[in-house]
């Protein structure tokens, strides 16, 4: 756990940079990808967009991909899909971080510091199974195994999501009350 706390070192600076690159990510890179796999497959579906989808799903999203938008979707998982998730990797941990910078750290905080790296675990996991499946390789265990990660980082995503808004508003709280105090 030392290790780990290593990385959640609160900076200002640090926080300001991960939610100007989250957001410009979210704005300008998500968007970008979109296209190019349109332009590609001619069609923006990814299965890595949805919550949840079954190997019958992946199954029609590779047929409908053809084998100029596999080839697309193999490269972009080994380019684009490594900075995406280093990015709301940065995000989640810097913000973390500046939220309980004043906590005890205590099994609960040391489960919320390990949540991204699980989250991003879990995202380059289906990122690989699902590039193994479009490729043919070991095609019956990939496309079972892609949906049950996927599933596994949207609600490792959206428990971290949770779990900030409710440490800013304990933050926000926090500070009301030091101001009100002084």
Same mark, same amino acid.
């Given at each position: 756990?030392?290790?780990?706390?290593?990385?959640?070192?609160?900076?200002?600076?640090?926080?300001?940079?991960?939610?100007?690159? $989250?957001?410009?990510?979210?704005?300008?890179?998500?968007?970008?990808?979109?296209?190019?796999?349109?332009? &590609?497959?001619?069609?923006?579906?990814?299965?890595?967009?949805?919550?949840?989808? &079954?190997?019958?799903? +992946?199954?029609?999203?590779?047929?409908?991909?053809?084998?100029?938008?596999? &080839?697309?979707?193999?490269?972009?998982?080994?380019?684009?899909?490594? +900075?995406?998730?280093?990015?709301?990797?940065?995000?989640?941990? &810097?913000?973390?971080?500046?939220?309980?910078?004043?906590? @005890?750290? @205590?099994? $609960?905080? @040391?489960?919320?510091?390990?949540?991204?790296?699980?989250?991003?675990?879990?995202?380059?996991?289906? @990122?690989?199974?699902?590039?193994?499946?479009?490729?043919?390789?070991?095609?019956?265990?990939?496309?079972? +195994?892609?949906?049950?990660?996927?599933?596994?980082?949207?609600? +490792?995503?959206?428990?971290?999501?949770?779990?900030?808004?409710?440490?800013?508003?304990?933050?926000?709280?926090?500070?009301?009350?030091?101001?009100?105090?002084?």
């Amino acid at each position: 756990m030392k290790h780990i706390y290593k990385i959640y070192n609160s900076n200002k600076i640090r926080t300001i940079l991960s939610i100007i690159l $989250f957001v410009s990510a979210i704005m300008f890179l998500l968007p970008q990808m979109s296209k190019v796999m349109e332009i &590609s497959s001619g069609t923006s579906i990814t299965p890595d967009s949805d919550l949840w989808y &079954s190997s019958q799903k +992946l199954s029609e999203i590779k047929n409908i991909y053809g084998s100029k938008g596999i &080839s697309t979707y193999v490269s972009t998982r080994f380019s684009y899909d490594l +900075l995406w998730p280093s990015i709301y990797f940065f995000f989640m941990v &810097s913000t973390i971080a500046s939220m309980t910078k004043t906590m @005890n750290r @205590n099994i $609960f905080i @040391n489960i919320i510091y390990l949540l991204p790296i699980v989250t991003v675990a879990f995202d380059m996991m289906e @990122n690989i199974t699902c590039s193994l499946y479009f490729k043919g390789i070991l095609e019956n265990l990939t496309s079972n +195994l892609a949906p049950l990660f996927s599933g596994i980082k949207w609600l +490792l995503v959206i428990s971290v999501l949770i779990i900030q808004l409710v440490l800013f508003i304990v933050y926000i709280v926090s500070r009301v009350k030091e101001f009100k105090e002084r």
